[in-house]
């Protein structure tokens, strides 16, 4: 049973415009959020985080926003540029749970120029 | 910068075969882990470690056991490899503590025939 679900495997999206990638998640636990961006090729690399006594950060053009209520998080990427072409991780781990973070099963997203 | 390394980026073995995978970092990480990743399905933790010859199973465990016993080195052994476990295998380090971010290294696809 995913516990963090992406359910989107895929989006594309024009240059310019702006991507929105979705995340699920069921354990209630969940404090801290966090996505990852991996190109082929390359392990992931840590993009932006939120911790759940926020709803929203900001780091230029990407912005997380946490809807706890929801059990919903979203990634938003303005503008979209064709070097973020790549697949997008959310994850999530719990206090009691220690450093171990939960994946989604990732999205691929495709800017096109 | 952080600096992970993994032994092999790709890697043909045969079933049956005892098979090592390494991974080594340079910035004093106290935190290692183990993931794979799976096409629909993302990271999915196999072990970590929070200090030397120290162990902990992730979500799964099952054919695989690891090893740590340098603070720099941690190795992932499938002790008799089967077809089920083709799949890339990706190291992370993180300093310590719950909301540090964890560093990947470049993975390694391993393929069981």
């Known amino acids: 049973d995913q516990q963090v679900k992406q359910n989107s495997p895929s989006l594309s999206v024009q240059e310019g415009r702006i991507s929105i990638l979705n995340c699920d998640y069921t354990n209630s636990m969940f404090d801290y959020f966090l996505w990852y961006k991996k190109y082929p090729a390359e392990g992931p690399t840590f993009l932006i985080s939120i911790s759940s006594i926020k709803d929203k950060n900001e780091d230029g053009r990407f912005t997380v926003f946490l809807n706890k209520s929801a059990k919903h998080l979203s990634l938003h990427i303005v503008p979209s540029q064709p070097g973020d072409s790549a697949v997008y991780f959310c994850a999530a781990s719990a206090m009691t749970a220690g450093n171990k973070l939960t994946f989604g099963g990732g999205t691929r997203v495709l800017v096109k120029p | 910068d952080v600096k992970v390394t993994q032994s092999s980026r790709y890697l043909v073995k045969r079933t049956g075969e005892k098979v090592f995978l390494e991974c080594v970092q340079d910035?004093?990480?106290?935190?290692m882990f183990w993931y794979r990743q799976d096409p629909g399905l993302g990271l999915r933790l196999i072990y970590f470690s929070y200090d030397v010859k120290m162990k902990e199973k992730g979500d799964i465990p099952e054919g695989y056991s690891v090893s740590r016993e340098k603070k720099e080195r941690f190795s992932l052994i499938l002790e008799s490899a089967s077809t089920n476990q083709t799949s890339m295998y990706l190291c992370?380090?993180?300093?310590?503590?719950?909301?540090?971010?964890?560093?990947f290294g470049p993975g390694t696809r391993l393929l069981v025939l």
């Open positions: 992370a380090s993180s300093l310590g503590g719950r909301q540090e971010t964890q560093y």
């Open positions: 910035m004093d990480h106290e935190n």
